[in-house]
T-cell receptor, first 113, second 116 residues
Framework: RKEVEQDPGPFNVPEGATVAFNCTYS??????FFWYRQDCRKEPKLLMS???SGNEDGRFTAQLNRASQYISLLIRDSKLSDSATYLC??????????????FGRGTQLTVWP | NAGVTQTPKFQVLKTGQSMTLQCAQD?????MYWYRQDPGMGLRLIYY???????DKGEVPNGYNVSRLNKREFSLRLESAAPSQTSVYFC???????????????FGDGTRLSIL
């Protein structure tokens, strides 16, 4: 089983729509969680960290459910500029993998006018 | 504000040639990473260096070697390039020592490598 699994999409939504992405992780020892954004042929960039209590950054809301080993990202009022691939990222602790991040394959979002 | 700098940005090699991809970070991060990204495969970890003086294999280390030259620099070497190594290579760094596991990785803008 993969460390991090995401629905690859693609998600195609109109401007102004609300869209949600889900992600599951396999190892309960995972300690920290992130969402990254990657534009076509560019490097991944941090979108936001995910905290246990959930957190919001403008139009973006991230939630963590440790019991279900599930992370979500909600985007409200989608903009054309939100079109990108969204990567779910998990840090697992312990042993030889100390400090290593595990990346999902990404969910592709296209926002159309 | 250079962050993570990778060189070269593009390279074309012939099968069997060797080359070294360079990566340097100016953020005083202790951990550095090399990934490759292929269509439909996502990011795959090749090697990482949790701190200066240490290196460890990731998911796909075969055909590669790394050197953590100092705290700033982490290079990736292809000794005998193969067409299967055609990919986009990303270097990343992370401040585990100062910031702990809640610190994200910061990426360079990639090296696009083609092996003919």
């Amino acid at each position: 089983r993969k460390e991090v699994e995401q629905d690859p999409g693609p998600f195609n939504v109109p401007e102004g729509a609300t869209v949600a992405f889900n992600c599951t992780y396999s190892n309960s020892a995972s300690q920290s969680f992130f969402w990254y954004r990657q534009d076509c042929r560019k490097e991944p960039k941090l979108l936001m960290s995910v905290y246990s209590s959930g957190n919001e950054d403008g139009r973006f809301t991230a939630q963590l459910n440790r019991a279900s080993q599930y992370i979500s990202l909600l985007i409200r009022d989608s903009k054309l500029s939100d079109s990108a691939t969204y990567l779910c990222v998990v840090n697992r602790l312990g042993g030889s993998t100390l400090g290593r991040l595990y990346f999902g394959r990404g969910t592709q979002l296209t926002v159309w006018p | 504000n250079a962050g993570v700098t990778q060189t070269p940005k593009f390279q074309v090699l012939k099968t069997g040639q060797s080359m070294t991809l360079q990566c340097a970070q100016d953020m005083n991060h202790n951990s550095m990473y090399w990934y490759r990204q292929d269509p439909g495969m996502g990011l795959r970890l090749i090697y990482y260096s949790a701190s200066e003086g240490t290196t460890d294999k990731g998911e796909v280390p075969n055909g590669y070697n790394v050197s953590r030259l100092n705290k700033r620099e982490f290079s990736l070497r292809l000794e005998s390039a193969a067409p299967s190594q055609t990919s986009v290579y990303f270097c990343a760094s992370r401040d585990l020592q100062g910031g702990g596991f809640n610190q994200p990785q910061h990426f360079g803008d990639g090296t696009r490598l083609s092996i003919l």
